[in-house]
């Protein structure tokens, strides 16, 4: 393995934050408790609710992941969200916090999960108590 003493990051599209602003991104883990159909979404779409746990309770978003995942396989997973990012409207439905995943070579979105919450923190850089 070959280790960059010098972090050079001149050749690609990044943008620095701080520590502090890292910080501020509250993102959290939680369980898909439903999923339904979203037939007003331009792309296809599920409205997923998710349970942040008692502080949070159910949030509620959209998330273009009908390629990959069905309702059923989704339904009791662990995922992770940004909660503070504000609202979104997206066709009509409230959309509550931003479902994190990362996108394949044919624009599929993969959710970012977990496989279960019973070892970690609910939220990152939390400690578990």
Request: glycine fraction near 8%; proline fraction near 3%; hydrophobic fraction near 40%.
């Amino acid at each position: 393995m070959i280790y960059n003493e010098q972090l050079d990051l001149d050749h690609v599209d990044l943008k620095i934050i701080s520590w502090n602003e890292f910080e501020n991104v509250d993102l959290r883990i939680g369980k898909i408790v439903s999923v339904e159909d979203f037939p007003k979404a331009r792309n296809p779409a599920y409205k997923v609710f998710v349970d942040f746990g008692p502080e949070f309770g159910v949030l509620q978003t959209s998330a273009q992941i009908t390629k990959l995942y069905t309702k059923e396989e989704l339904s009791g997973r662990y995922v992770i969200g940004c909660i503070n990012l504000g609202t979104k409207n997206i066709a009509g439905f409230t959309s509550q916090f931003l479902l994190t995943g990362f996108e394949d070579a044919n624009g599929n979105i993969a959710l970012a999960t977990i496989h279960n919450n019973e070892k970690y923190a609910p939220k990152l850089g939390a400690k578990l108590k």
